[in-house]
């Protein structure tokens, strides 16, 4: 079992920055890779970005390539995902979710077993 907490999200203006974090407990953290995801209404759950178990590869969405940051910190148990740059269209819940069978990044959803509660980003133009 994995539990999963995140924070940090909140209402920034256009062009502004913001850092997500995600607390991990149960399952060694240092042995599974980790990824965000978000959702905005009325639209599916979208990858955004995704890390190695030992934080040495990530892999990101297009349309957040070049914005956004995902790191880890295996000796606090927690995911970190830097949003710089944000634009409007980047309101939604951002979720965190582990995949405890895979240890490389991964955009695929069903490789991940564990999700966290989500935190709100609100981009304002």
């Known amino acids: 079992q994995v539990q999963l907490v995140e924070s940090g999200g909140g209402l920034v203006q256009a062009g502004g920055s913001l850092r997500l974090s995600c607390a991990a407990s149960?399952?060694?953290?240092?042995?599974?890779?980790m990824g965000w995801f978000r959702q905005a209404p009325g639209k599916e759950r979208e990858f955004v970005a995704s890390?190695?178990?030992?934080?040495?590869?990530?892999f990101y969405a297009d349309s957040v390539k070049g914005r956004f940051t995902i790191s880890r910190d295996n000796a606090k148990n927690t995911v970190y995902l830097q949003l710089n740059s944000l634009k409007p269209e980047d309101t939604s819940v951002y979720y965190c979710?582990?995949?405890?069978?895979?240890?490389?990044?991964?955009?695929?959803?069903?490789?991940?077993?564990?999700w966290g509660q989500g935190t709100q980003v609100t981009v304002s133009s």
């Open positions: 979710a582990a995949a405890t069978r895979v240890r490389a990044p991964s955009s695929v959803t069903r490789e991940y077993d564990y």
């Open positions: 149960g399952r060694t953290f240092s042995s599974y890779a």
């Open positions: 890390i190695s178990w030992r934080g040495g590869s990530t």
